[in-house]
């Protein structure tokens, strides 16, 4: 099926822990994104890319690192986790910035 | 650097009802606006989007009105059925940014039988 694919749905990890999230689309789009979602404070950036080989930090970088792999693949490292970054994380792509399509998130737990 | 105001945060409305969401940005260079729905469980999928060049549009049961003066959209559901309950997000973007859509806080709506 065509779409948006997020490994893992599910992650917990203790505070300082390091883990990539993976995310691959298969729509020859252009542009790709990661956001958290948090009860209240709706979807923020973290990073995005709007071509292979470019990335630029969005409203809540820190403590993120993300890598452009190729054209279909978007990942996003944490260094050394935090409980503040509990969250569910969605990975989206897009032809233009026009028509998101989002994977279907990880449920992220720092303890 | 919230944007794109949205309200209300969550909303209840009986079936058959009329549900109403409404968002308010600040930059005037906003030139597209859509609306995602949320299911529990799953990413946002787009529902509908508008462009500044018209005040209304309409698809089934989903309308988006928008005022441009007031710097104001809003999402209508007509006859609103249990299946549309979810969250809905607000977004705007500007067509010279290549870049990023920037989302409302989101706006959970329960329908009740």
């Known amino acids: 099926n065509a779409g948006v694919t997020q490994t893992p749905k599910f992650q917990v990890l203790k505070t300082g822990q390091s883990m990539t999230l993976q995310c691959a689309q298969d729509?020859?789009?252009?542009?790709m994104y990661w956001y958290r979602q948090d009860p209240g404070m709706g979807l923020r950036l973290i990073y995005y890319?709007?071509?292979?080989?470019?990335?630029d930090k969005g409203e809540v970088p820190n403590g993120y690192n993300v890598s452009r792999l190729n054209k279909r693949e978007f990942s996003l490292r944490l260094e050394s986790a935090a409980p503040s970054q509990t969250s569910v994380y969605f990975c989206?792509?897009?032809?233009?910035?026009?028509?998101?399509?989002f994977g279907s998130g990880t449920r992220l737990t720092v303890v | 650097q919230q944007q794109v105001k949205q309200s209300p945060q969550s909303l209840i409305v009986q079936k058959g009802g009329i549900s109403i969401i409404n968002c308010a940005y600040e930059n005037t260079a906003f030139d597209y606006f859509p609306w995602y729905q949320q299911f529990p469980g799953k990413g946002p999928a787009l529902l509908i989007a508008?462009?500044?060049?018209?005040s209304e549009k309409k698809e089934g049961r989903f309308t988006i009105s928008f005022n441009k003066s007031a710097k104001q959209f809003s999402l209508h559901i007509m006859d609103s059925q249990p299946g549309d309950s979810a969250t809905y997000f607000c977004?705007?973007?500007?067509?010279?940014?290549?870049?990023?859509?920037?989302f409302g806080t989101g706006t959970r709506l329960q329908v009740f039988p």
């Open positions: 989206a792509s897009s032809l233009s910035n026009y028509g998101y399509t």
């Open positions: 508008i462009r500044p060049d018209v």
């Open positions: 729509m020859n789009h252009n542009s």
């Open positions: 890319s709007a071509s292979e080989g470019t990335t």
């Open positions: 977004a705007a973007s500007n067509d010279y940014n290549t870049d990023k859509l920037i």
